[in-house]
């Protein structure tokens, strides 16, 4: 098993937007207007932001976008503590969603 270059991954997401906009730039432009909605109020500030979006990529599972959101984390100087939290959460929800029954589960079908 071999450990995963992770600034060399880190590059590839966006190598790959970059091709997808190319060929569809209204997809990009589809996840930029949500994207930008938070960014117009901010609120929650970019830090905390990204900190949301690093335990999303963790729970869906997606390695590039953790490449990402981590990279970003450590731009908007998230502690190492503010990111074990986050990590902590992310694990937590995961944990939690292995308790819900799958929907087509009833107390029939026991």
């Known amino acids: 098993m071999s450990m995963r270059d992770w600034s060399d991954y880190r590059q590839q997401p966006t190598v790959q937007i970059g ?12 996840h930029q207007v949500p994207s930008a909605a938070g ?17 999303v990529a963790i729970t869906v599972r997606c390695d590039g976008c953790i ?12 502690s190492r503590e503010e990111i074990a939290e986050t990590l902590g959460v992310a694990t937590a929800v995961n944990a939690g969603a292995s308790y819900i029954p799958p929907t087509c589960w009833t107390p029939a079908s026991r």
Do not use: F, Q
Request: charged share 25%.
């Open 19 to 30: 091709r997808i906009a190319k060929i569809s730039p209204n997809t990009i432009k589809g």
């Open 67 to 78: 490449a990402v959101r981590a990279e970003s984390v450590a731009r908007h100087r998230a």
């Open 39 to 55: 960014l117009s109020t901010n609120l929650l500030g970019p830090k905390t932001r990204e900190l949301i979006s690093l335990a």
